[in-house]
């Protein structure tokens, strides 16, 4: 890895385009640590690669250590790290000492990060601290044993304390509508032997769900805020967020910056409510990270990843205000089958899509949309026609383009 010439740090982006973009877009060079052929290799705003086979990070979490250590080290400034992941976001917290002598950073208290990831842990923080959070139980179902009688109003879904890719296929939970069918669904449950969370569904769709995004400095002061609210999920029930709009919603920053000081918390941290239909907002989830909407917060005018960015290297802080409501982001292929599956015409959703301020498809940074797209369709061409060389692998050094 070659050694950064003097000047601005480099951000260093353990995350996908949704994070490098708001970056890029405020002139802010990025080293992203990625899978190969990931779309963030191709972007105009990395300017260098750390390869990473393992999303999970895991089983390698002493070795990517040690690489980003070095990383660290060879820089002339030292770079700002950036995560997106819950894996990410526990690796750099588990070992914040370490990597903190080779990089800046914004992360949240070591033991209220566990407790936000860990849903068990989320739980009962929330018992104690009266969050206003669905009454929720938590179970562990083992082969043999019977399903518990659960003082829960039905429809309830159910999520393991960490997240899994294993668990519910595409969906996030799985929802469970009666106490016969949570009985009969109990022996498929056990194969997993994982800790589960029973909670009461709040009714409505996959749209009632709006979130508060924030950055609290290290003097406690919000530098940056906004809110938003999902549009389409894939799944359509339960599902990952295919497409959202920023809001100006009162009550959803209101009860944000309350939570913020019940919880002390510092750093990023976005609050995901589900407002049920008689108008009470209640709490599902906080993340103390970054997420894939603060590339819809930068188009909108609240740029928090090159706040943070401003604040570790000591530079001015951009412009922190929301100009902008109701602009959208979509995930290009992923919403199209959120929107087939909802009934809405491909006619009618192109438009749409096209005209989204934010996606995954970007005019002024075509190519990670474009290699993408290369290689699954001939990826699909080469499942028929498997002796025709149909692309060339692309072989770059760990260190730049």
Same mark, same amino acid.
């Given at each position: ?129 009266? $969050?206003?959070?669905?009454? =929720?139980?938590? #179970?562990?179902?083992?082969?043999? &044993?019977?399903?518990?009688? *659960?003082? /829960? +109003? ?89 497409? $959202?709009?920023?809001?100006? =919603?009162?009550? #959803?920053?209101?009860?944000?910056? &309350?939570?913020?000081?019940? *919880?002390? /918390? +510092? ?94 498809? =970007? ?39």
């Amino acid at each position: 890895m070659r050694r950064d010439t003097p000047g601005r740090p480099l951000a260093c982006v353990m995350g996908d385009m949704d994070l490098v973009r708001p970056l890029g877009l405020a002139s802010i060079r990025c080293a992203v640590v990625t899978l190969p052929h990931s779309m963030p290799e191709y972007s105009r705003f990395t300017s260098m690669m750390i390869s990473w086979p393992d999303e999970e990070i895991a089983d390698g979490a002493d070795e990517l250590l040690d690489c980003l250590v070095r990383f660290g080290m060879r820089q002339a400034e030292q770079p700002v790290l950036f995560y997106e992941q819950d894996a990410q976001l526990l690796f750099v917290s588990r070992n914040r000492d370490a990597l903190a002598k080779a990089f800046r950073f914004v992360i949240a208290d070591p033991v209220l990060v566990e407790d936000l990831v860990d849903k068990g842990r989320f739980q009962t923080l929330a018992e104690r601290l009266d $969050l206003p959070v669905p009454p =929720t139980r938590r #179970v562990h179902p083992t082969p043999g &044993s019977a399903a518990p009688d *659960l003082d /829960l +109003r039905f429809p309830v879904v159910v999520k393991p304390l960490w997240r899994r890719k294993t668990w519910a296929e595409a969906a996030k939970v799985i929802q469970t509508d009666t106490p016969q069918a949570l009985r009969e669904a109990w022996p498929q449950w056990a194969r997993h032997d994982v800790d589960l969370l029973v909670q009461e569904m709040i009714p409505g769709p996959e749209s009632c769900i709006e979130s508060y995004h924030v950055y609290v400095d290290a003097d406690g002061q919000i530098a940056g805020e906004f809110s938003g609210r999902k549009i389409r999920t894939f799944p359509v029930t339960h599902g990952h967020s295919t497409a $959202l709009t920023i809001t100006d =919603t009162a009550d #959803v920053a209101a009860l944000g910056r &309350s939570l913020i000081t019940v *919880l002390g /918390l +510092r750093g990023l941290a976005k609050f995901d409510f589900k407002r049920d239909p008689e108008g009470r907002l209640h709490l599902l989830e906080v993340n103390p990270r970054f997420t894939l909407w603060h590339h819809l917060g930068a188009i909108a005018g609240v740029n928090l990843p090159a706040l943070v960015y401003a604040d570790m290297a000591g530079l001015p802080r951009p412009a922190a205000k929301l100009c902008r409501i109701d602009v959208r982001w979509c995930r290009f292929m992923e919403d199209w089958r959120a929107a087939r599956e909802s009934g809405i015409p491909f006619r009618a959703w192109l438009p749409w899509a096209l005209s989204c301020e934010a996606s995954s498809l =970007t005019w002024d940074d075509p190519m990670p949309f474009v290699h993408t797209l290369w290689r699954t369709v001939s990826g699909r061409l080469a499942a028929h026609l498997p002796s025709m060389p149909l692309h060339t692998q692309i072989d770059r050094s760990v260190a730049s383009k």
